[in-house]
């Protein structure tokens, strides 16, 4: 079936927000054979809103709206359709009901603006919204099918998912199943000249990859009828493929990210961490501690951002700085000696870089950055040349810093 | 003038990307008095292309496409409006003779569909491109304008601001002028309580409000005649009521956020600062470090996510943490005291908070975080009681704590 996805609302003719709506719906859509041909935007305009709605039952045969859906004059989707299709507005009197309640709770009097998102297209299916007072629904016209959805995505999102998805599953035994590779420390360019082959001849599963700044995701995804077929078996010998060829990058199969694979690494090995952080000024400890549970893993960071801070709070020698500089192996190889006596963690790491704009030569560019990790009473290091923007290279720096340790932890399994 | 911006990408329609380029024209195009009513987005599909084309040719004055001017068999954005309109397609030999050389540098031969970039409808105006290869195109046609642009952002928005504006700025003496008035420690709905008159009877300047998790933003716009008003004139009066009402919240004029604000004070006034976070992990730290040149003002940071690290790093002590736990007063002061000691910062600031989901507890629930700020031997403390995700927690601990120190280092200069 083709779909397109009408949004309404004048923010997103001003710019005020981008339609992540419609990219939300046309992502999901396929996984019950409905593809999205077509996404429009419109104001809340009446006359405007009716003339899209018309062209985009000529041409899709389900149609979506989102937004238009709220209490005020100026949401009038439900009305637009239900004049375009020639029905009449009718009331739901438990949804009226669970408004005024929702009043009488707060002390206050429903005024009739709000009884507004109790009526609806006759004959239309309401779509509950857990997260917000304006229902959806649903409406069948004409061999057409007419979903109405509010605009605000925490509401449309789960509406979208836990009704719509379903009430087209039901017409399909056919399913799609997805598998997220993510790989690291290989550019898209190089990854797709290795599997290009794999691309170009594909049928079922489908491989498609993505690109993400430093990062990589190849998803693979195998239709199969759920009665009869097993994804697995469809999936095996691509993934099978892209394992020999690629095994090396890869670090996910289950499209959780570079930060979560080493908490768990870690969590699951019982060590913890501490860093030690110059350019990138935190973002490392940030990252990590973004995952709730992360105090089960990590211990402490020193942002050492200065060269006095460097020499105080983690002994790095002024020799060191004068005859090296900042940014050295020397350098980043006693911040890691530094950390070790401060902290009692198993594992720590420290960076030194210049993350830019300003701040590099021609001897040490911006993007020259060096990890430092010890583990075991090893000291080992590296040194990378990152381009890009400061955020760039300050987010890719951090990436590198994980993939450092992953790949420390799993050579010890190995050996 | 009315505007319809048609997206070309079946990427779009897949979801792989979101529709930015709709956003970004559409927030920028009614400076030149041209209004977006539309947004459409379709596949790399001749025929569907052309049947779009053509609803936005009967719909708007102004037709601005994106994507679709590569140099793959996919795109055909410049045959498909060229056929339509009943154009040619002519080569221009200046346009080929930099694809040549572009491949030449590379010592490589241009092939045939690299050549297809160099080809645009008869009489089209060229846009340059100089972030790509592929250049855009102006063709007026009936009355209408047709304007074709590269579906990269970066290098559509570039080509959209020097080329396009431009080319409808000339046509018109009226321009628009916006001042963006950044609040902070205001909801959106009690800023718009008190302003709600000025924003009811707006008529120029308009005032917006938008709001960002945990910061508000009003957008003051004036429309002038450049030749003979000044917008200052304007909006002096709507300027000085606003402050007048909510002056205690605004911290900015210039659009700049609050790390930026509180850098500048420092930097003017030659102080250094250092942190000490718990909850916030690194991201109070990382927010000050995005600032290019931020080393002149911070020193260091310390993240003591542990209680361990704590006592060790920060000389807490192990008494206070049992008898007041870590989220406390007492902790968050010792914490500043400690790094006093260990820093040789003007300024320090520590945080200590339960961003969640878990940690909580009835007499401490998530979201209560403690901020300390020692400056010139005195230590100010402050409870946040806070809500939502951890992310947002996080978020909003740091724009607080920012905005401690931008009022201690105002109030000093108002005593």
């Known amino acids: 079936m083709i779909a397109e996805i009408l949004s309404v609302g004048t923010e997103l003719l001003m710019g005020q927000i981008v339609n992540t709506n419609a990219q939300f719906i046309s992502e999901h859509f396929p996984e019950t054979d409905v593809y999205v041909y077509y996404h429009t935007v419109v104001g809340d305009n009446e006359k405007r809103l009716k003339e899209c709605l018309l062209i985009a039952l000529s041409r899709a045969d389900v149609v979506i709206t989102t937004g238009g859906l709220g209490p005020t004059q100026d949401d009038l989707t439900k009305e637009v359709v239900s004049m375009a299709i020639g029905k009449k507005m009718v009331v739901n009197e438990e949804v009226l009901k669970g408004i005024n309640g929702f009043f009488a709770k707060k002390g206050r009097r429903m005024t009739k603006n709000n009884a507004k998102q109790a009526y609806f297209p006759e004959d239309s299916i309401l779509i509950t919204n857990k997260m917000g007072t304006a229902p959806g629904c649903l409406i069948e016209y004409q061999n057409k099918i007419i979903i109405m959805l509010p ?21 399909t035994s056919h399913k799609l199943h997805s598998v997220f590779i993510r790989l690291f420390g290989i550019g898209e360019s190089s990854m797709e ?42 999936m095996k010998p691509v993934l099978d493929e892209i394992d020999k060829r690629l095994g090396e990058y890869i670090y996910s199969y289950d499209n959780i990210d570079l930060k979560e694979v080493v908490f768990l690494l870690l969590r699951d090995k019982h060590l913890t ?122 987010h890719v720096t951090c990436l590198h810093a994980f993939n450092f340790i992953r790949k420390t932890l799993l050579q010890e399994e190995n050996v």
């Not at 836990?162 to 039901?170: N, Q």
């Not at 489908?206 to 995701?217: C, D, M, R």
């Open 151 to 171: 605009g605000p995505p925490r509401e449309m999102q789960p509406m979208f998912m836990e009704s719509v998805i379903p009430y087209f599953s039901k017409n």
């Open 193 to 234: 000249n290795k599997i290009s082959d794999l691309i170009k001849t594909q049928t079922n599963p489908t491989i498609a990859p993505y690109a993400k700044s430093g990062e990589v995701t190849l998803r693979v995804t195998a239709k199969y009828n759920a009665k009869s077929e097993s994804y697995k078996n469809i």
């Open 273 to 394: 961490v501490s860093f030690a952080e110059s350019c990138t000024g935190g973002l490392l400890s940030k990252y990590l501690t973004d995952i709730s549970g992360s105090s089960e893993v990590f211990d402490s960071s020193f942002i050492t951002y200065s060269n006095e801070s460097k020499i105080i709070q983690l002994g790095v020698s002024k020799k060191t700085l004068i005859k090296h500089g900042e940014v050295s192996e020397q350098t980043v190889s006693e911040m890691v000696s530094g950390l070790q006596k401060k902290t009692t963690s198993n594992l720590v790491l420290a960076i030194t870089g210049i993350a830019g704009p300003s701040g590099g030569s021609r001897k040490k560019p911006v993007g020259t950055v060096y990890l430092g990790l010890g583990y075991k009473k090893k000291i080992h290091t590296q040194k990378l040349n990152l381009w890009g923007s400061r955020d760039r290279i300050r």
